[in-house]
């Protein structure tokens, strides 16, 4: 008998140890492939946040510009600068023959010409005289600066001929390329070329789409939210309308896209490819997660607060907005981050609605075309360009990052400002 | 002087009846303590005298519950009126979880009966200094009313129903929550607010009922069994029942 306990204990023992187990595995594996995705990301996109310059000594000729004598600040807007910018190209090899030259002038990028423009504007006395200016390497080269580009491979299968690695190579050696902070990555719009490409179209285009979809879904919602939970009688048919929030919550977004492409575009023929369009199909999304989270933190909210404003002789309306409401406040305003990160991350609505598409200007208001971050994503990681690959993990990291900054907020107001009840 | 009247009060919980027929009059300025076992219906009668029993949407009252010659029980009764002038404390302490000097000014602000910062100043004041609450709080009224001890919180929500002047203050079990000596307390400073308030509470203590009250109403199964002074009711009650209950033979 006394043996038969003394196993049983052993017994209990082992399944509590071997539950311990099985639990602390499970986070360690979760923790593991956590890690593991955030390191191929960081080693795959910090270099993006480089950008490779060629120094390339430019002579501001003012014949070869079609400069007058004493010309004047819209003169020098006006100025033709391809000529000088080729030939400060082809001057890198004075034996080049014209095939040569053509290779020479595509080891950068095709903005070589605004830069040397640049270059004179902010100092118009350097006409007539030489100087160094910083052009942007192509992205191939900028690959091979940043060692991840496949220099042994044939010469046939490399976009970069041996001719150019063999002038990079000289100009490497000569401390004329030069590695800097890609500040374009962040104020550059989409571009074809992979060293020219940037976020700001995408970032303000998610920016737009997620202001338009909070101006939307935050009072629609919370009104629906406060109507049901404290107005609306308890009957079949406000059951009916709970159930149907709670299945919004679970429709598949590509649904709202359809939803928008169908009504907001076909019908009602708003402006294709915008973050009003995209916020507002957004905001549907969003609408079902702010009503449940109002709801929960308006049921949260101890109904003796209630009977004491009651009692005190205050109205429903005055209980529930100087009461209830702003008890509710912190609940609801971190569900309404999370539903708004939510949106943030959603690519298939906004591809439907057009949002996909190639937009090369930074939008200034709601009603231009954009893109949004992950839609950003999606196109670059659709793009043949060995430069693109970094890209798209950097711009990963700049959503990740906006995703953390916005949940760590809404942890904050719930934990700052939610009142303790006693 | 009769305050309150009630005429054959029937309350419904959806399909059960859980008060019978109930004829009270409560007597101007004294207190009137209802006691009676758990269950009994005295805190559903209670919330009837100032209709928060609206609140519950399957709760139903008949009857007439006459204040002031007025039936509140009539449609043309505006409830936000009647509880301005028929405070409330709970059995729990329930401060808003504001600051002191908010929590009793709310009412007044609701209510409109301050036209200026002095003036709610004074209502503060003098409805702190009533709930016998002023000496403690009057150097932190702009903390968090959920801050103070359960015998403050508990006087705090009594300066907060006097705040407003109100003619009536019902009281649902408010020492259940306290210690002896909180419980103490508020009951001295019932026995003064009686100068100026009616006041019924609904007690689970006979004790109290005894030390508190002039009148006593004691409830049974939903039915008010026997009322009448409390002198009477304690030492010399008519009912059967009634007797078996003071003396504690069951509740």
């Not at chain 1, 970069?160 to 800097?180: A, M, N, P, R, W």
């Not at chain 2, 602000?109 to 100043?121: L, P, R």
Request: with cysteine.
């Amino acid at each position: 008998m006394n043996k038969n306990k003394e196993q049983l204990l052993n017994k209990r023992y082992k399944a509590e140890k071997r539950f311990r187990l099985y639990g602390q595995s499970a986070i360690f594996m979760a923790l593991l492939f956590l890690i593991i995705f955030i390191f191929k990301i960081f080693s795959t996109g910090y270099s993006a946040f480089q950008k490779t310059w060629l120094i390339v000594p430019v002579t501001f000729d003012a014949e070869l510009m079609m400069l007058e004598q004493n010309p004047s600040k819209e003169d020098l807007k006006d100025a033709d600068y391809y000529d000088i910018a080729l030939k400060s190209m082809a001057d890198l090899d004075p034996n080049a023959n014209e095939n040569q030259e053509n290779e020479l002038k595509r080891m950068v990028s095709y903005f070589f010409e605004r830069e040397i423009k640049r270059e004179l504007l902010n100092d118009p006395s350097l006409i007539g005289k030489t100087k160094d200016v910083y052009l942007t390497a192509s992205d191939d080269l900028d690959q091979v600066f940043k060692g991840n580009y496949p220099r042994d491979l044939p010469e046939d299968q490399r976009r970069v001929t041996d001719y150019q690695l063999k002038i990079f190579d000289q100009l490497v050696e000569l401390g004329k390329v030069e590695s800097k902070f890609n500040l374009s990555f962040f104020t550059y719009p989409d571009s074809r070329e992979a060293e020219l490409a940037g976020i700001a179209s995408s970032f303000m285009g998610s920016i737009f789409s997620i202001l338009v979809c909070l101006m939307i879904a935050f009072p629609v919602a919370v009104l629906a939210a406060i109507y049901l939970e404290e107005f609306a009688p308890k009957n079949r048919f406000t059951d009916f309308i709970e159930v149907n929030i709670n299945n919004l919550a679970a429709v598949p977004s590509i649904v709202f896209g359809l939803l928008g492409l169908g009504i907001l575009l076909a019908v009602f023929q708003l402006p294709r490819s915008t973050p009003l369009v995209g916020g507002i199909t957004l905001s549907l999304m969003t609408l079902p997660t702010i009503i449940i989270a109002c709801r929960a933190s308006l049921k949260a909210v101890p109904p003796s607060i209630r009977e004491a404003a009651l009692a005190m002789g205050a109205s429903k309306m005055q209980t529930t907005m100087h009461h209830t409401v702003p008890l509710s406040m912190p609940g609801t305003l971190s569900g309404t981050i999370i539903g708004l990160a939510q949106a943030l991350g959603e690519t298939a609505p906004l591809i439907l609605i057009g949002m996909v598409a190639f937009v090369n200007t930074i939008p200034g208001s709601p009603l231009d075309p954009a893109a949004s971050l992950p839609v950003q994503i999606y196109i670059w990681a659709e793009s043949a360009e060995r430069g693109f690959v970094e890209k798209v993990s950097a711009c990963i990291m700049v959503l990740l990052g906006f995703l953390i900054i916005m949940n760590l907020f809404a942890q904050i107001i719930r934990h700052k400002f939610e009142k303790k009840w006693s | 002087m009769i305050k309150i009247s009630s005429k054959n009060v029937d309350v419904f919980y959806g399909k059960k009846q859980a008060l019978f027929n109930i004829n009270l009059d409560i007597e101007e300025n004294q207190v009137t303590a209802l006691i009676g076992p758990s269950g009994c219906g005295k805190s559903t009668f209670l919330r009837c005298l100032n209709r928060m029993n609206d609140v519950i949407d399957i709760c139903r009252v008949k009857g007439q519950i006459i204040i002031n010659d007025f039936d509140i029980n009539d449609k043309s009764c505006d409830v936000v009126r009647l509880r301005e002038k028929i405070g409330m404390v709970f059995q729990k302490p329930n401060p808003f979880p504001k600051t002191i000097y908010e929590n009793i000014s709310y009412g007044p602000t609701i209510h409109g009966m301050a036209q200026s910062k002095n003036e709610m100043d004074e209502i503060v004041e003098t409805s702190l200094k009533k709930a016998a609450l002023w000496e403690e709080v009057q150097d932190r009224l702009h903390e968090p009313g959920t801050g103070l001890s359960g015998g403050q919180q508990q006087r705090l929500c009594i300066a907060r129903a006097i705040s407003v002047k109100p003619e009536v203050i019902l009281m649902d079990e408010p020492c259940s929550a306290l210690d002896p000596i909180a419980t103490a307390q508020i009951e001295e400073l019932i026995d003064e607010l009686k100068k100026d308030h009616t006041i019924i509470i609904v007690t689970h203590s006979m004790a109290q009922a005894a030390r508190v009250s002039q009148n006593t109403g004691f409830f049974h199964l939903g039915e008010l069994i026997e009322h009448g002074s409390t002198d009477k009711i304690f030492k010399n009650p008519e009912n059967k029942k009634t007797q078996d209950y003071i003396t504690g033979r069951f509740g």
